[in-house]
């Protein structure tokens, strides 16, 4: 399983006043199982890419790969693009619309023909991926939920098709401490169980490095930056002149190895209290 | 992309026509429309062109910018110029099948054409040259006098305000449900006319969801923001009647006159 | 409850924002068309605000955190008990504008609060009601541009701005008023990392000019900025106190539902490793230093 982008190339108004280049010969490659994250600012082309993974948009030139097989040349029907393909855009909530939290789910499975006993299935499957209870849920109106069940129960409706890439737009925006913490946790259970590639944008850099086995970061269309998140937040300077961030606890590292010999290339607050416990032990 | 309807944009500016009281400017348009009806040959659409292609001169604003408004209403204006082209009888130019064009309905049809183009340029020349806070300033003090009758003046501004202001913000909310609902593998474009309709309901609902939840949001900001009706408000920028309102009246009523004219020269010649 | 009794005490001297025993509850009528409580959103609440200061709210959704902000300036009236705003109360009819006018409020959404589609127009909304003088106005909506740094974007349209322009617009628009406290309710939420870093300057420059603010917001780090942080569970104040004495206590923390600041995470996560470290570290300077030992 993989999604492959190969030259990937998008204009915004072509010819006209305003044409603007949002994809300048995007390339990359994200392989079985990985979990990889994407920055950059806002207008830096993220979502313009993302759309251009399920065939929202179609790119001016150059091509995308799911599986080896290529879905921008015309060959691939849209809805068995989308099948492949599950995007889950920001703020998801705002896609609900039936009466029902179990018919919302249905929704995505039924235009792809799935039906009767297997629709039921699929859609008890995907609620409970979320963490939702599907007893309590299935005939609630998912309008009165509360904001974190609302967006899980909109992101179940884009799992229930099994997607085999599943693409998540800042899932936590907006969302409490907590609320954030179980979206986290949510997306780690979808990928342990569905083990499906996982695309996941968001400006918290802890949440990106914590997650991720590979980092993508996109600037002015461009990829700028490819690789570990571990690779990608030691390009200090390259983020400083985009103007992003590192992770929190990089940013203490960073700090503590100007002023000590600590030398800790540590993302997550457990990878830097070990290393400070070794440099404290060591100087003994 | 969305951002580009110019139907109901601003081009901020600083030219005569821009200076002009909101009040002329209403006025002027609602003259220029009720004389694109009154036009019936060749002159007088010539005369209303060369009219418009002044004022457009003047305020400045890119012919570019003010024609990739049309492109958005192509589609109105080439079924006008289709169903006038074959549904009126006269002189025959071309028959096929059921199908056949005649001199009259050609002429009718670009006549409609034309009328439509002119129409939309126009009206969409009084809002690119137009602050919405002085259009719907003009509108309030013109409809004023009706207020004595029961017309609230204020409270149908206050909506004007509020529609120029919240067609980009609707329109890209459209836009990304639409999406979402495709990326959920949602297809409006096939089906017979009853199932298209109902592929609408999955974009209907969340836009009607969310035009709920941005009213109510902004009622709030209002009131937090001393909002109480009419009553007492000031203007920062209080419109006026000046020179330059004087002699665009004079240019309308030589307009209206030529215009009016130009109707017994096409019947003379 | 956790409460600093000595700053209580002294802020009652110079209050600006008195909520006494508050109360706001949720209701709706029933088909017989008696009133059914729907919730409590805020239960018996009492705090003041003093002049001039910064003070942050922080608590899980549907702690009754918005609710309240919203009881600060008469947009939600209490159920029971009262909100004073420099003595008058919001109870009181003929108060409500003069209140609204001295404690403005700023929204989550950033599209959702601008009214007139030109960013100057917009902002001279709120002096327009309040019947403020055209050359006034004129001055206040250049001034207010000016103070969030947006005076180069008077003639724009309000929906070509990114999300973070659009909330200094929301932000210019309540400072044109001229009020003497704001109350920001999730101002950055909806913003992306530079937005939320402009608007977080802003709000420190309109305090340090002596606007009062009260800062609702989820993230901590913003919280820590603040003079004083409450947090809020329940509808109840669970905690009222310093940002170090409030991030030093971590079962309050998660009792409430909030995070621990990255630098107490990693102290507690070194501790935990069987190492000697002193609970006092609460800043990167401070470990550095003791790293440095």
């Not at chain 1, 065939?55 to 030139?61: A, D, E, F, Q, R």
């Not at chain 3, 909100?83 to 609204?100: A, C, F």
Request: charged share 25%; hydrophobic share 45%; net charge negative.
């Amino acid at each position: 399983m993989s999604i492959k982008v190969s030259d990937l190339r998008y204009v915004y108004n072509p010819g006209m006043p305003g044409e603007t280049v949002a994809l300048d010969d995007v390339s990359f490659e994200i392989c079985d199982g990985q979990i990889c994250g994407i920055i950059g600012h806002t207008g830096s082309g993220k979502s313009t890419l993302l759309q251009h993974l399920n065939g929202l948009l179609k790119p001016v030139s150059g091509d995308v790969y799911v599986d080896g097989q290529c879905i921008t040349d015309g060959s691939t029907k849209l809805v068995e693009v989308r099948r492949k393909v599950g995007l889950v855009f920001q703020y998801p909530e705002y896609q609900l619309f039936e009466e029902t939290v179990a018919k919302d789910v249905a929704f995505g499975p039924k235009n792809l023909g799935l039906k009767d006993e297997e629709l039921d299935a699929t859609v008890r499957e995907a609620i409970e991926l979320v963490g939702l209870d599907y007893e309590q849920v299935k005939d609630a109106s998912p309008f009165e939920l509360s904001g974190g069940m609302k967006r899980r129960a909109a992101i179940a409706g884009v799992i229930a098709m099994k997607p085999s890439v599943l693409i998540l737009d800042e899932p936590t925006a907006g969302l409490d401490p907590k609320a954030h913490r179980e979206i986290l946790a949510m997306i780690r259970r979808i990928h342990e169980e569905m083990g499906c590639i996982i695309i996941f944008v968001s400006h918290n850099m802890g949440d990106i490095a914590s997650m991720c086995d590979k980092v993508l970061v996109i600037n002015k269309g461009k990829i700028e930056l490819e690789g570990t998140p571990q690779e990608v937040y030691s390009e200090k300077a390259k983020l400083e002149e985009i103007g992003l961030d590192v992770p929190p606890i990089r940013e203490i590292i960073n700090k503590i190895n100007a002023a000590t010999e600590l030398n800790s290339d540590a993302l997550t607050a457990e990878e830097a209290a070990e290393d400070i416990k070794n440099y404290i032990q060591c100087r003994k | 992309m969305i951002r580009d309807i110019t139907l109901g944009q601003y081009y901020p500016g600083k030219s005569a026509i821009h200076r002009l009281d909101a009040r002329t400017k209403i006025i002027g348009t609602l003259a220029f429309i009720i004389e694109l009806f009154v036009v019936n040959n060749f002159w007088g659409f010539l005369v209303a062109v060369v009219a418009l292609f002044t004022v457009i001169g003047i305020s400045k604003v890119p012919v570019k910018f003010i024609f990739r408004g049309l492109t958005a209403v192509f589609l109105i204006i080439a079924f006008t110029f289709i169903i006038n082209m074959f549904l009126v009888e006269g002189k025959v130019l071309w028959h096929w099948g059921i199908f056949t064009i005649t001199y009259e309905g050609l002429k009718r049809a670009s006549f409609m054409a034309v009328r439509l183009i002119l129409l939309i340029i126009g009206s969409s020349m009084l809002t690119l040259c137009t602050k919405p806070i002085e259009l719907t300033d003009g509108l309030e003090k013109l409809l004023k006098p009706f207020s004595k009758i029961g017309v609230p003046s204020h409270e149908i501004a206050l909506m004007m305000t509020i529609a120029l202001r919240f067609i980009p913000t609707l329109m890209e909310e459209t836009d990304k449900i639409i999406k979402a609902q495709e990326a959920r593998g949602a297809d409006f474009d096939s089906g017979n006319i009853i199932q298209r309709a109902k592929s609408l309901i999955p974009i209907l609902i969340p836009l009607f969801i969310s035009s709920f939840r941005i009213a109510q949001e902004l009622a709030l900001a209002m009131e937090a923001r001393c909002y109480h009706g009419g009553a007492g408000r000031t203007r920062m920028n209080e419109i006026h009647f000046g020179r330059g309102d004087a002699w665009a009246a004079v240019c309308m009523v030589l307009f209206l006159g030529v215009i009016i004219a130009s109707r017994f020269m096409g019947a003379a010649i | 409850m956790r409460q600093r009794s000595t700053l209580v005490r002294c802020t009652e001297i110079n209050s600006f924002i008195e909520v006494r025993n508050l109360i706001i509850d949720y209701t709706r009528i029933d088909e017989e068309g008696h009133s059914v409580l729907v919730k409590r959103a805020v239960n018996d609440v009492s705090f003041t605000i003093e002049k001039g200061s910064f003070v942050s709210v922080v608590g899980m959704n549907g702690s009754g955190k918005s609710t309240m902000a919203k009881a600060l300036n008469g947009l939600l009236l209490p159920s029971e008990g009262e909100v004073l705003v420099d003595g008058m109360s919001t109870r009181n009819e003929d108060d409500l504008w003069n209140i609204r006018s001295r404690v403005g409020m700023v929204f989550q959404n950033p599209d959702n609060q601008i009214v007139s589609s030109i960013v100057e127009d917009d902002v001279a909304f709120g002096p327009e009601n309040i019947g403020v003088p055209p050359e006034e106005i004129r001055r206040r909506v250049d001034d207010a541009l000016r103070r969030v740094d947006m005076y180069d974007c008077k003639d724009k349209g309000a929906h070509m701005l990114s999300g973070g322009q659009k909330q200094r617009i929301a932000i210019a628009g309540t400072v044109a008023m001229r009020p003497e406290c704001i109350v920001f309710d999730e101002p950055t939420a909806m913003l992306d990392p530079s937005g939320r870093r402009q608007v977080m300057d802003i709000i420190r420059e309109l305090n340090n000019d002596g606007i009062t603010c009260i800062l609702i917001t989820h993230f901590m780090e913003e919280a820590a900025q603040a003079d004083r942080v409450i947090v809020m569970k329940d509808g109840k104040i669970y905690s009222d106190s310093t940002p170090d004495e409030l991030f030093a206590d971590r079962a309050l923390i998660e009792g409430a539902g909030l995070e621990m600041p990255p630098i107490i995470d990693l102290r507690e996560k070194v501790a935990a490793l069987g190492v000697d470290i002193p609970e006092s570290i609460v800043t990167t300077e401070q470990l550095e230093a003791f790293l440095r030992g």
